[in-house]
């Protein structure tokens, strides 16, 4: 489904991604781990076609069409979704009327009809309770005032209502207490399927007791330094990034943030 | 706020009746403004002697005036006597025989704002309807109104027919003199909307006027004047729109309310006169006059208006309140783009023990505009336990346009409250990149980012009015992305 071959990237002129080679399949959900700073934000990003970051060489492509050639909004209708480590506040706007625009976008772009108010507020309450969202948090602004577990469910909760093809989370589970963070598995694990991929971005291997995936990728320095199955996590979270010789501080003070 | 072809014509034939056929059948004053001009308008009218007087006393007034140029606004001088103040409805043979004869991004943009076809022939003067410049405001549902005794009609018809009530209250609130562009105005004001709502009577329907410049070269200076009597209640709503056209166009009204014991009034205002185009050149110029008096105790009005149009904007919707425990209220949005420059905001003047004013204000600036907010709050001696509450926000689209704050705060009275807020925030790369990025239009963002920073002041807007007011922002801010 998605494959990254040899991908260069740069913000403000500085290499951050220095040869990504990557290939995810429909129905597989990988890990990529690593220390802070190591480029995994900056993957998510460029994969998503955020503007502030260069793409200064290699290619990607989603089901054999060339992502790079696409702009933002494209990419989403052909079914790429990031689920923020920060998502950022849109006051005023209503989390239900942002939401209703995004899917009508998708469903417009399929050619199928828009949904209605009525129709669609139905839906989006039945999602907002599988992730444990008062309903209530519909009505209000996208993100406005939420806190970082709440912004991190409602990121879910898009995911759950866009049914995307391959779905990048970008540390979903930082920040989240315990009981959050296996509302938030949950939700992830719903939206595992045999036509879906999902990224999972973290720095922690807690989160994978939850999710299992099928490989696990090591970043590191902007290249993937490893590559394995479920037991690389478990071994990193045994012997901590620096039994592969790279160095982390975050990881010797390790709260789960 | 439809305007119904029938009462269309009668207001025509109003004109007729009055004997001065052949001068509306010619259409327009040669261009230029002396006493002579003054007296033949006032004549054509049918006005009575004293209403003459006043025009003329206030054309002297103006001519010792010199035009304003506080504001935060840059134009070229205006020649007032390369300007016509009079232009009835042209004849039909004059005016576009259908919409394929009418400018293609004009009818674009009626489109978008969802008007149905008929109603954009006639904005769009085809020759369908008469078109209004300043022969004006055909009004609708004068039966119901007539029952609940309130009175809905042009200032023209009022002059005729409530002379005692136009006498009392015109120029009591916006005084000839207040102002250069006021002055102007009180000489020279071809029509507008008298409204009176008579002592305990709540106006059974919202109230509503489309304002319309059409011809070249013309000036349109409309006066209107409402008065609530005690315990009334009226909400009259307005629309402006004008066509495009490489001139500028001046644009002079004065409104005028009046609130007395208990009564509210409840004025909005949509504004959309043409902006002038991506290059800045043509556009109205509008500078207006509105001020309402809580002469009342407990009396209220309230200010909403979202002001999309005009090149350049000079206006401070104002209350001055006089009656103890009365409100002033005013809500505002106003979107500049292109070259569009606008130096609005308010005044509320606190005279009256424990009168209160809330203040909204909501200045959106795209592509290389200016916006500016001008408030003051004033508080008399009088003014015991009189408190303010001011929330001024601008946001910015793009690096290229201006946002400014002129608050002005004078008080004389110790025991009066003041709170001040004011943000200036930025549509971010972030918030769009997180809209497209869930597949939403980058025009569509744009436009949802800034509806929901105007929330607070559309859901001040009457229902239909706040769906218009919506589409127009959506309109406005085309090509302001990318
Ligand atoms: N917008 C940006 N501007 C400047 N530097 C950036 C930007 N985004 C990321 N970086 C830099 O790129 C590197 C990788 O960051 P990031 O991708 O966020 O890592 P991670 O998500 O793995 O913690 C860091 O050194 C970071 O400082
Ligand atoms: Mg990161």
């Given at each position: 489904?998605?494959?990254?071959?040899?991908?260069?990237?740069?913000?403000?002129?500085?290499?951050?991604?220095?040869?990504?080679?990557?290939?995810?399949?429909?129905?597989?959900?990988?890990?990529?781990?690593?220390?802070?700073?190591?480029?995994?934000?900056?993957?998510?990003?460029?994969?998503?076609?955020?503007?502030?970051?260069?793409?200064?060489?290699?290619?990607?492509?989603?089901?054999?069409?060339?992502?790079?050639?696409?702009?933002?909004?494209?990419?989403?209708?052909?079914?790429?979704?990031?689920?923020?480590?920060?998502?950022?506040?849109?006051?005023?706007?209503?989390?239900?009327?942002?939401?209703?625009?995004?899917?009508?976008?998708?469903?417009?772009?399929?050619?199928?009809?828009?949904?209605?108010?009525?129709?669609?507020?139905?839906?989006?309450?039945?999602?907002?309770?599988?992730?444990?969202?008062?309903?209530?948090?519909?009505?209000?602004?996208?993100?406005?005032?939420?806190?970082?577990?709440?912004?991190?469910?409602?990121?879910?909760?898009?995911?759950?209502?866009?049914?995307?093809?391959?779905?990048?989370?970008?540390?979903?589970?930082?920040?989240?207490?315990?009981?959050?963070?296996?509302?938030?598995?949950?939700?992830?694990?719903?939206?595992?399927?045999?036509?879906?991929?999902?990224?999972?971005?973290?720095?922690?291997?807690?989160?994978?007791?939850?999710?299992?995936?099928?490989?696990?990728?090591?970043?590191?320095?902007?290249?993937?330094?490893?590559?394995?199955?479920?037991?690389?996590?478990?071994?990193?979270?045994?012997?901590?990034?620096?039994?592969?010789?790279?160095?982390?501080?975050?990881?010797?003070?390790?709260?789960?943030? | 706020?439809?305007?119904?072809?029938?009462?269309?014509?009668?207001?025509?034939?109003?004109?007729?009746?009055?004997?001065?056929?052949?001068?509306?059948?010619?259409?327009?004053?040669?261009?230029?403004?002396?006493?002579?001009?003054?007296?033949?308008?006032?004549?054509?009218?049918?006005?009575?002697?004293?209403?003459?007087?006043?025009?003329?006393?206030?054309?002297?007034?103006?001519?010792?005036?010199?035009?304003p140029?506080?504001a935060?606004v840059?134009?070229?001088?205006?020649?007032?006597?390369?300007?016509?103040?009079?232009?009835?409805?042209?004849?039909?043979?004059?005016?576009?025989?259908?919409?394929?004869?009418?400018?293609?991004?004009?009818?674009?943009?009626?489109?978008?704002?969802?008007?149905?076809?008929?109603?954009?022939?006639?904005?769009?003067?085809?020759?369908?309807?008469?078109?209004?410049?300043?022969?004006?405001?055909?009004?609708?549902?004068?039966?119901?109104?007539?029952?609940?005794?309130?009175?809905?009609?042009?200032?023209?018809?009022?002059?005729?027919?409530?002379?005692?009530?136009?006498?009392?209250?015109?120029?009591?609130?916006v005084?000839?003199?207040d102002n250069f562009f006021a002055?102007l105005n009180s000489?020279?004001f071809?029509?507008g909307?008298?409204?009176?709502?008579?002592?305990?009577?709540?106006?059974?329907?919202?109230?509503?006027?489309?304002f319309?410049i059409?011809?070249?070269?013309?000036g349109q200076f409309e006066r209107t004047?409402?008065?609530?009597?005690?315990?009334?209640?009226?909400?009259?709503?307005e629309?402006c729109?004008?066509?495009?056209?490489?001139?500028?166009?001046l644009h002079a009204a004065v409104v005028e309310l009046?609130?007395?014991?208990?009564?509210?009034?409840?004025y909005?205002t949509?504004q959309?006169w043409?902006?002038?185009?991506?290059?800045?050149?043509?556009?109205i110029y509008n500078f207006v006059t509105k001020r309402g008096?809580?002469?009342?105790?407990?009396?209220?009005?309230?200010w909403?208006q979202?002001e999309?149009g005009s090149?350049v904007t000079w206006k401070y919707p104002s209350?001055?309140?006089?009656?103890?425990?009365?409100?002033?209220?005013?809500?505002s949005?106003a979107?500049?783009?292109?070259?569009?420059?606008a130096d609005t905001g308010t005044k509320?003047?606190?005279?009256?023990?424990?009168?209160?004013?809330?203040?909204?204000?909501?200045?959106?600036?795209?592509?290389?505009?200016?916006?500016?907010?001008?408030?003051?709050?004033?508080?008399?001696?009088?003014?015991?336990?009189?408190?303010?509450?001011?929330?001024?926000?601008?946001?910015?689209?793009?690096?290229?346009?201006?946002?400014?704050?002129?608050?002005?705060?004078?008080?004389?009275?110790?025991?009066?409250?003041?709170?001040?807020?004011?943000?200036?925030?930025?549509?971010?790369?972030?918030?769009?990149?997180?809209?497209?990025?869930?597949?939403?239009?980058?025009?569509?963002?744009?436009?949802?980012?800034?509806?929901?920073?105007?929330?607070?002041?559309?859901?001040?807007?009457?229902?239909?009015?706040?769906?218009?007011?919506?589409?127009?922002?959506?309109?406005?801010?085309?090509?302001?992305?990318?």
């Amino acid at each position: 489904m998605l494959s990254i071959k040899n991908l260069h990237a740069s913000v403000e002129g500085k290499e951050i991604l220095k040869g990504i080679n990557l290939e995810v399949k429909a129905g597989e959900v990988h890990a990529i781990m690593g220390p802070n700073g190591s480029g995994k934000s900056t993957l998510s990003q460029v994969l998503a076609g955020n503007e502030a970051y260069e793409v200064t060489g290699g290619e990607i492509t989603l089901n054999g069409k060339n992502l790079l050639e696409q702009e933002t909004e494209e990419r989403a209708r052909e079914g790429i979704f990031l689920a923020f480590q920060y998502p950022v506040e849109i006051p005023g706007v209503s989390n239900l009327q942002f939401l209703r625009t995004a899917v009508n976008a998708m469903r417009t772009h399929r050619g199928e009809p828009e949904i209605n108010a009525a129709e669609f507020m139905k839906l989006a309450k039945e999602v907002s309770k599988q992730v444990d969202l008062d309903p209530a948090f519909l009505k209000r602004g996208v993100n406005e005032g939420f806190s970082g577990g709440e912004k991190k469910r409602n990121e879910i909760m898009q995911a759950l209502l866009l049914q995307p093809k391959l779905a990048i989370l970008d540390e979903t589970d930082s920040g989240l207490d315990i009981d959050a963070l296996k509302v938030v598995s949950d939700g992830v694990n719903a939206l595992r399927s045999e036509d879906r991929a999902i990224l999972m971005v973290t720095h922690y291997q807690r989160l994978l007791n939850h999710i299992v995936p099928d490989h696990v990728h090591v970043l590191a320095g902007g290249r993937i330094i490893k590559s394995g199955g479920r037991e690389l996590a478990l071994e990193l979270e045994e012997r901590g990034y620096g039994w592969l010789g790279i160095r982390d501080e975050d990881t010797a003070n390790e709260t789960g943030q | 706020m439809a305007t119904t072809d029938q009462e269309v014509n009668e207001l025509i034939k109003k004109g007729y009746e009055h004997g001065f056929v052949t001068e509306i059948e010619a259409d327009t004053f040669e261009p230029g403004l002396n006493e002579d001009v003054i007296a033949r308008l006032s004549q054509i009218k049918g006005e009575p002697e004293w209403m003459l007087e006043w025009r003329l006393k206030a054309y002297r007034r103006w001519l010792e005036m010199d035009e304003p140029d506080w504001a935060h606004v840059g134009y070229p001088k205006i020649d007032y006597n390369a300007i016509s103040y009079y232009s009835a409805p042209k004849r039909k043979e004059d005016m576009p025989q259908s919409l394929d004869e009418v400018d293609p991004e004009l009818l674009k943009t009626y489109e978008k704002l969802g008007i149905p076809l008929h109603e954009r022939e006639k904005l769009a003067g085809v020759a369908v309807d008469a078109v209004f410049d300043s022969v004006s405001v055909a009004t609708t549902f004068k039966e119901p109104l007539a029952k609940a005794g309130v009175v809905f009609c042009s200032i023209s018809e009022a002059i005729r027919d409530y002379p005692e009530l136009v006498q009392k209250y015109l120029g009591s609130v916006v005084p000839q003199g207040d102002n250069f562009f006021a002055a102007l105005n009180s000489a020279v004001f071809s029509d507008g909307t008298f409204v009176y709502v008579p002592k305990g009577v709540r106006c059974p329907m919202e109230l509503s006027t489309y304002f319309r410049i059409n011809a070249a070269n013309t000036g349109q200076f409309e006066r209107t004047l409402i008065i609530a009597e005690d315990s009334s209640y009226v909400s009259y709503l307005e629309g402006c729109t004008a066509p495009m056209r490489d001139e500028n166009q001046l644009h002079a009204a004065v409104v005028e309310l009046v609130a007395l014991d208990d009564a509210q009034i409840k004025y909005s205002t949509v504004q959309n006169w043409y902006p002038g185009d991506e290059n800045g050149k043509g556009g109205i110029y509008n500078f207006v006059t509105k001020r309402g008096a809580c002469i009342g105790r407990n009396s209220k009005i309230s200010w909403t208006q979202v002001e999309t149009g005009s090149a350049v904007t000079w206006k401070y919707p104002s209350c001055v309140l006089r009656g103890e425990n009365s409100v002033g209220e005013f809500y505002s949005v106003a979107l500049t783009n292109n070259f569009q420059q606008a130096d609005t905001g308010t005044k509320m003047v606190h005279l009256g023990k424990n009168t209160r004013s809330t203040i909204i204000s909501k200045g959106i600036s795209a592509g290389k505009s200016s916006n500016a907010y001008r408030g003051l709050v004033k508080f008399g001696p009088g003014a015991e336990g009189a408190r303010n509450f001011t929330q001024c926000d601008s946001l910015l689209i793009g690096d290229r346009c201006a946002a400014h704050t002129f608050p002005y705060i004078e008080s004389k009275n110790k025991s009066a409250i003041v709170e001040h807020e004011a943000t200036t925030s930025k549509v971010s790369d972030e918030q769009m990149f997180l809209c497209r990025q869930r597949g939403i239009d980058p025009e569509q963002a744009v436009s949802m980012i800034v509806n929901g920073f105007c929330k607070e002041v559309f859901k001040e807007l009457p229902m239909e009015f706040a769906v218009e007011a919506g589409k127009l922002l959506e309109v406005s801010l085309e090509g302001s992305v990318g």
